[in-house]
Each structure stands twice: as C-alpha cells, then as structure tokens.
C-alpha cells in the first residue's frame, strides 16, 4: 500500500529548483517537463510564452544567441504555492543565432533578475519573469552607457520630442469650473 508522501505532488521549492537546475543546464525538454500545458510565462515588458512549447522556442533562441550562458540561482523563499528566485546570468552575444532581430555582437553581460512562479499539483502554472531590460540595453551596446554624453544627447532629443508633441497639441484643457474646460492654442490634429 502507498504512503501519502507517494502520491502527493513534489513540493513548490522542488518544481522551482528543478526547474532552474534545467534551465540552467539548457535542458529544454526537462525544463517543459516542469510545466503545466498551457501554462504561461510572463517576461515582464517583453514576452508572454506559452508552456511548454513557447517557452522552449524563446528560451532556445536565446541560447544559441548567447552560447556560453552561465546561470545561478541567488535566493529562494516559497510561501504556499509560489516561489521567488532572485538569479544572476552571465553570457556572451556570441551567435551564431540573432535575438529578437539583433546580430550578435561578442558583447558580454552580467544581469540579475527575479522570478515569481506558481505550482500546483507539481507543476508550473505560472511564472512572471521581472528583468532589467534598460541595463541589458547599455551592456549590449544598443543604448549608451548611463552619465555618457551620448545618453546626455538621447534625454536632450526625448525631451525635444516631448515639447515638440506639447506645441503642436497645445496646451492640456483647463479646469475653469465645474463642466466647463479652456482649451487654448495649437493645432487641431484631425
């Protein structure tokens, strides 16, 4: 006869860091081992994936990007079904393969990231990936480095842009009375 402990699901912490061992070894087929069918992956400001075939696509594009992908797992805390892991990466945009439509360029990256995932029935249902695209950005030369006088010139540009905008749809509607707004100058845009 089977103990409970037979039959029940793998704990949360278990399904994460199993996981992430595979993510971290490029094991894409243990990794959608992990997760639910169906589930998704949100990468916060850049993608939502769908388990386990998405995740498999997006996640073998970026290795083939970045071919000496190093991963390590910082930090784990688990409360009930979810698990947070603060991670580190370090890679080189080495090729031979484009990510998201950019040439590699030999440049080399260190990024931390946190991610939330949720389990249930020892599977992952759910993952929400917070990453820092902006420093990211600067580490693979796409934007210049932050307090450069390049990226002086890119504020100054915004900037000019947002005034530009503000000119030419004039200025927001004021609140004179209750109901009643002023509209004053620019030009109308339909």
Known sequence: MASSSDTEAPATADVVRGYFEAMGAQDLDAAGRCWVQGGTERIVGQADLTAPGGIQEYFSELFR???????????????????????????????????????????????EGCDVVTVRDGLIHHNDAYIDGMGIARQLGLLPPAGSPAEAQLT??????TKLQKWLRGVPPERIADGVWMVRGGFPLR
């Open 65 to 111: 990007a970045f071919p000496d992908w190093s991963f390590e797992v910082l930090e784990m805390l688990t409360e009930g079904e979810r698990t947070t892991v603060r991670w580190q990466v370090q890679a080189t945009f080495a090729g031979p393969g484009t990510f998201q439509g950019f040439e590699p360029n030999g440049e080399r990256v260190v990024m």
């Open 156 to 161: 100054r540009l915004a900037n000019t842009k």
